[in-house]
């Protein structure tokens, strides 16, 4: 990308960005770490120079550097460092179980691990389980970037190209297993564009970037679009409403992006206040509709939230509501980013909806992923001729805005992680007294959903929810645990065999609405 906004007929590499910004603007602050604060001339320097040692050790085009790492300049550093040299950076979420990470681990092949010191633990359980898979640093100064280690499959040296792979990001499918999603830089090149075009930020906002580096909207949802235009990024590594406030009011935070559970965290804070937020000009909701109470403190605090509404594979956005439009279209997530293109279908027929209508969203535009790391058939199954399928049931109103009705997928989203049932049941039918099981989500107050599963013990077994739980804890990372079991003789059946989940969800509903009424004990 060269230029403030502009296009040119070379590669649309991300590392050019670094680069080209540090060329102007040298020594602006790109990224204030937990108050260690590094300028644009030296993010480049040490990502540039880490990329030469990366390319040096046999490193390039083709391979994967997977990570073990909180929010960081450190992990910033090793993006760019990828970008420059062709690597694919796949961070992997640390709040997994080291079972969880030892099964991507053996399935995504990297070709080099780094891990955050902070933790070590988790990664050293992980590997030790896995063996002498790849090769392993630590992130940082006096880690990685003073010595890589030898590739073991020494790559040949190219130039970057678009279509390269920059980002693997797994996300939870309606399969068991979590997929990883291949990212070009095309892709998330066009994802910024569309964001610059649609919500644009200034060299001189100030953004807070509080989800984790192993989401997508981490990087693609304005912190890779602020250090574009040299703007600042304030990095931090957990969300604590107390602290979010705080930094918002110190550091004079002007942009955003969360999701509703943590706006909801936020304005239901003791410090909350209308001039804690006033620095805020753009503030974004991803994940899940905002509940209209939360919207309603920010609206009176005197912040217009920006819904929003994308997934992975498109990089992720694809819908967006302008604060101006929320009063018109009610629980809506709005109109296509520029350079996205949507439709509705019959998911029955497959054939397209016009006017009014409800249907499966489909999603089509150069954001829209290359496809699941080795999983072709997964990547058929997800696209129809150029489409990609985003198993949510829409409405489109007479005016042209999308709300999300229902997810033809079983996925429900939990404080803003993504959660498979199917992933679910796996861990929980590993225990020996469990002979069926099945997980739905339910509206919850404060994670927008949880999820409550239902367990079939095996002929004659004795078994308590609070050793069905303390299992699925030892298997599972937390937000995927369900927040109630409840026994049955046998899970209901369609007539064609098939689970019966929406009558779990209405018994599921009905189950924690009594729970919520019940006296403390």
């Known amino acids: 990308m060269t230029g403030e906004a502009g296009l040119d007929d070379g590669p649309h590499t991300v590392g050019r960005w670094?680069?080209?910004?540090?060329a102007r603007s040298p020594k602006r602050v790109a990224i204030d770490d937990r108050g260690v604060t590094i300028d644009y001339a030296t993010l480049a320097t040490r990502a540039a120079a880490l990329a030469e040692r990366l390319r040096g050790a046999g490193y390039g085009p083709g391979d994967r550097l997977a990570t073990i790492s909180g929010n960081s300049s450190d992990h910033v550093v090793a993006f760019f460092a990828c970008a420059l040299s062709g690597i694919a950076l796949m961070p992997l979420s640390w709040r997994l179980t080291p079972r969880e990470l030892t099964?991507?681990?053996?399935?995504s092949a990297p070709a080099l691990i780094l891990v955050d010191d902070e933790y070590a633990a988790l990664a050293a359980d992980a590997l030790c389980a896995l063996g002498d898979v790849a090769p392993v640093a630590t992130l940082g100064t006096t880690g990685v970037e003073a010595v890589v280690p030898r590739s073991r499959a020494a790559r040949p040296t190219r130039h970057v190209e678009d279509d390269d792979p920059l980002l693997v990001i797994y996300t939870s499918g309606s399969e068991a297993a979590p997929k990883g999603v291949v990212l070009t830089h095309a892709n998330c090149f066009w994802n910024n564009l569309a964001l610059a075009e649609a919500l644009p930020l200034r060299h001189d906002d100030v953004v807070l970037?509080?989800?984790p580096q192993f989401h997508v909207a981490a990087w693609n949802c304005q912190p890779l679009l602020a250090w574009w235009v040299g703007a600042t990024v304030v990095l931090e590594r957990s969300f604590q409403p107390a602290r979010a406030l705080q930094l918002i009011r110190e550091r004079r935070v002007t942009a955003m992006m969360g999701v509703p559970t943590q706006y909801a965290m936020l304005a239901a804070d003791r410090d909350w206040h209308p001039g804690a937020v006033s620095s805020l000009r753009l503030a974004l909701v991803g994940g899940a509709t905002m509940p209209q109470e939360a919207q309603d403190a920010w609206t009176d605090a005197g912040v217009a939230l920006t819904q929003g509404y994308g997934l992975t594979e498109a990089a992720p956005n694809v819908l967006h509501l302008p604060a101006h439009e929320a009063a018109a279209h009610p629980g809506s997530v709005g109109f296509p980013y520029p350079h996205v293109t949507v439709q509705l279908v019959d998911p029955e027929t497959l054939l397209p909806l016009a006017g009014?209508?409800?249907g499966e969203l489909w999603?089509?535009?150069?954001?829209?992923?290359?496809g699941y790391l080795d999983d072709p058939a997964a990547t058929a199954a997800a696209m129809h001729d150029g489409w990609l399928r985003t198993g949510d049931l829409a409405h489109r109103d007479a005016g042209g805005a999308f709300r999300i009705v229902d997810r033809i997928k079983d996925?429900?989203?939990s404080g803003g992680e993504n959660v498979a049932p199917a992933e679910v049941e796996l861990a929980l039918l590993r225990h020996p007294l469990i002979a069926a099981a099945a997980v739905v989500g339910v509206p919850d107050p404060v994670w927008g959903e949880r999820g409550v599963a239902f367990v079939v013990r095996a002929h004659g077994a004795a078994l308590s929810s609070d050793e069905v739980l303390a299992h699925a804890r030892r298997n599972l990372?937390?937000?995927?645990?369900?927040?109630?079991?409840?026994f049955v003789d046998e899970l209901p059946r369609s007539t064609i065999d098939k689970l019966a989940r929406s009558r779990l969800r209405d018994h599921a509903r009905r189950l924690m609405k009594g729970a919520r009424h019940e006296p403390a004990r």
């Open 18 to 22: 670094l680069i080209d910004r540090a």
């Open 103 to 107: 099964d991507l681990l053996v399935r």
């Open 209 to 211: 970037a509080m989800l």
């Open 356 to 358: 009014e209508a409800t």
């Open 363 to 370: 999603v089509r535009g150069p954001s829209v992923f290359a």
């Open 411 to 413: 996925i429900y989203i």
């Open 477 to 486: 990372a937390a937000f995927k645990v369900p927040v109630h079991i409840a």
